[in-house]
């Protein structure tokens, strides 16, 4: 593995710890509104508000170890019969479609972010900036969009295998 690769890989295992520990912070609040509201009728008002926030956060973190460990739902059956050279380029297609798709992604949640920031939209109950979360989301998708594009240069971001 290269050292962009091995570098683009532990930026992705980063990130994905990252994203557990807002789908953690998530799962926390949600428990304390429960019992909040079982226990003392006082919910946390707007938690679902939070709980839609952070797991899209979360979603995007995810996504550059998904890409990095080539975890991504692959229909193989019209390369059955394929040979491993031809598997290799209909890869690398793959990779750079994917990371046109990342990158714009990104590009517009950034211009969405901008935009949003702007008008000062805020969460009906909590009045959480929307922003907030658009910006919080594009980290994942850009190092997604980037990882896929290393990998259709032919970079190899594969976990290294372990020796027993």
């Known amino acids: 593995m290269t050292a962009l690769g091995a570098a683009l890989r532990r930026l992705a295992a980063a990130l994905a710890h990252l ?12 428990t304390a509104s429960i019992l909040g509201r079982a226990l003392l009728d006082r919910p946390i008002l707007g938690d679902f508000e939070l ?3 952070g797991t899209a956060v979360a979603g995007s973190l995810f996504l550059p170890y998904c890409q990095a460990a080539r975890g991504h ?25 994917i990371a046109a798709v990342l990158l714009v992604v990104a590009w517009r949640t950034l211009i969405g972010c901008l935009d949003i920031a702007q008008t000062g939209e805020t969460s009906m109950l909590m009045r959480v900036p929307i922003w907030l979360g658009y910006a919080a ?10 990882t896929a594009l290393a990998q259709a240069c032919g970079v190899d971001t594969a976990e290294p295998a372990r020796s027993e």
């Open 73 to 97: 739902i692959i229909v193989d059956f019209f390369t059955l019969r394929a040979g491993p050279r031809a598997i290799r380029a209909l890869d690398r297609v793959g990779d750079l479609l």
């Open 51 to 53: 709980v839609e926030i």
């Open 19 to 30: 994203g557990g520990a807002v789908i953690g912070a998530v799962a926390l609040m949600s």
């Open 137 to 146: 989301m594009v980290p994942g998708v850009v190092a997604a969009g980037v």
